[in-house]
């Protein structure tokens, strides 16, 4: 490629996002043809949240600019005012790179309001993660929008990618790549269990749970009986360790992280919480667990891929593509007790070894920054819609 590198900015806001996006970050700073521009806001900027701008740093990675917009609430007045941060902090720091590419990933606020802010400026946006369905939250609408005011997509399976499609977008701006964070499952070195007990000041048992539980947004102040109803489940199984991590910075996030904190005193022999595990902590104790237990995506992409079991509670997954290694249940208690039952079953756990993940087998993030090197900037942000055939 002829010229200056051609500028790829990239946005996070949250702790799992940035995973999914390390190794494409990574794709993209090796390459002397592009340059890596990264903007880093929300949660990473957050000491609630772990201040984990400060891990992407050690990563080796330059944060270009910081975005503050998070406000001391998880309201949806103070969320709706984050957003209205966010797109005053994005207009200038997108104004000031000149980037000639945005990416974003995913469905959160802090990207909704990113978009904005390159849709404004006339920047080409490129999405990943489009056409999928979380039909319990307000994420969904955003991902959907997100899709709208971008010009490149970059989807996790073939239905995605169908799905784009049918949203207007035209087929041949719409990849079907595989999930990326899939990319650290087949690469990372994960740590063996010595390790990763010393590295959590944590013992595992002989049965293990993973749990992560965020608010259903569409749902109206839910959050806080709807975990209650896990935590009461959870009770009638006295010898499993647990590890919980806690929710994101959505409403009524911290009615959940208060009620983690309190469960985990009352149970400190068998039981620990974290705010942030990073990638790295994180697939390693997937590796080690009989199973996921929540609503996290991370259950329905990545815990398949080691094969393990996902209790799936609730709504706010509802819609996504799943292995046969995920579980639905309602949130209520004697639903999830089912649940876990089923997945300490030595049955269930024999079907395990034959699930196929589908959502690929790694190397997305290559072919996303090969694609973005060589898409054809000029022409890029006039969209013609894409009308499907009409049905008689």
């Known amino acids: 490629m002829a010229g200056a590198p051609r500028k790829i900015c990239v946005v996070t806001g949250s702790r799992a996002e940035y995973g999914l996006l390390y190794w494409l970050l990574k794709e993209i700073q090796a390459d002397p043809d592009l340059e890596l521009q990264l903007v880093v806001t929300g949660m990473h900027l957050s000491p609630e949240f772990g201040l984990t701008w400060q891990q992407i740093a050690a990563d080796g990675f330059t944060i270009n600019r910081k975005v503050e917009m998070l406000l001391s609430s998880d309201t949806p007045v103070g969320i709706s005012k984050a957003m209205g941060l966010g797109l005053i902090g994005f207009a200038d720091a997108l104004d000031d790179l000149q980037p000639d590419i945005v990416v974003v990933l995913g469905d959160r606020f802090e990207i909704f309001a990113a978009a904005q802010a390159a849709m404004n400026l006339r920047i080409p946006i490129a999405h990943i993660h489009g056409g999928e369905l979380t039909e319990g939250v307000v994420d969904d609408a955003i991902r959907h929008a997100i899709s709208k005011m971008a010009h490149l997509h970059f989807t996790s399976t073939e239905i995605y990618r169908q799905r784009v499609i049918q949203l207007g977008e035209q087929p041949d701006r719409v990849f079907n790549v595989g999930a990326p964070g899939l990319d650290s499952v087949y690469k990372l070195p994960l740590l063996d269990k010595a390790e990763l007990e010393q590295a959590l000041d944590f013992k595992f048992g002989t049965r293990n749970l993973l749990v992560t539980f965020h608010p259903v947004t569409l749902e109206a102040a839910t959050a806080a009986e709807q975990f209650a109803q896990l935590l009461q489940a959870l009770d009638e199984f006295d010898d ?5 991590t806690h929710a994101n910075a959505d409403a009524d996030g911290r009615v959940i992280a208060s009620m983690i904190e309190e469960y985990r005193r009352r149970h400190s022999r068998r039981v620990s919480s974290y705010v942030s595990l990073g990638s ?13 237990v929540g609503n996290s995506s991370s259950g329905i992409i990545e815990a398949p891929a080691f094969r393990i079991a996902t209790v799936n509670i609730g709504d ?76 008689e």
């Open 240 to 244: 499993v360790h647990i590890i919980f």
């Open 280 to 292: 790295l902590r994180y697939l390693s104790t997937l590796k080690l667990v009989d199973a996921v």
């Open 316 to 391: 706010r997954q509802r819609g996504r593509i799943c292995a046969g290694s995920v579980i639905h249940c309602a949130p209520q208690t004697d639903a999830i007790r089912a649940a876990l039952l089923k997945i300490f079953s030595g049955e269930f756990a024999n079907t395990l070894a034959r699930v196929e993940n589908p959502y690929g087998q790694g190397g997305a993030s290559a072919k996303i920054k090969e694609l973005l090197k060589h898409a054809p900037v000029d022409g890029l942000l006039k969209k013609r819609f894409f009308d499907l055939e009409v049905l």
